[in-house]
């Protein structure tokens, strides 16, 4: 059983900086990808950041790039988002996820944990 557990997140002034980070467990995924979707109210769920565990390469939304930056724990199994610069727009249901790389494998979530940046 894949578990994803999020910690993190919480309210913040527009400018801020807040990371969140998540712990998987119950896996034994190869070759995979973790990272990061956000979903505003009334919006849909939208790609944030990705780490690919092995290469440890990256990507990113370009709403977010240069202002957050994803990192991984191969040690713990955690990834972790850090986000500066942060802007009312950030506000979301930020959504950890695992994935194995090949067609129609399944993409596991987190809880989600809530960002709220104020302005």
């Known amino acids: 059983q894949v578990q994803l557990v999020e910690s993190g997140g919480g309210l913040v002034q527009a400018g801020g900086s807040l990371s969140v980070s998540c712990a998987s467990s119950g896996h034994t995924f190869s070759r995979y990808a973790m990272g990061w979707f956000r979903q505003a109210p009334g919006k849909e769920r939208e790609f944030v950041a990705a780490?690919?565990?092995?290469?440890?390469?990256?990507n990113y939304a370009d709403s977010v790039q240069g202002r957050f930056t994803i990192t991984r724990d191969i040690v713990t199994n955690t990834v972790y988002l850090q986000m500066s610069s942060l802007n009312p727009e950030d506000t979301a249901v930020y959504y950890c996820?695992?994935?194995?790389?090949?067609?129609?494998?399944?993409?596991?979530w987190g809880q989600g944990t809530q960002v709220t940046v104020s302005s």
């Open positions: 780490v690919n565990w092995r290469a440890g390469t990256t």
């Open positions: 996820f695992a994935q194995e790389y090949g067609l129609g494998n399944e993409r596991f």
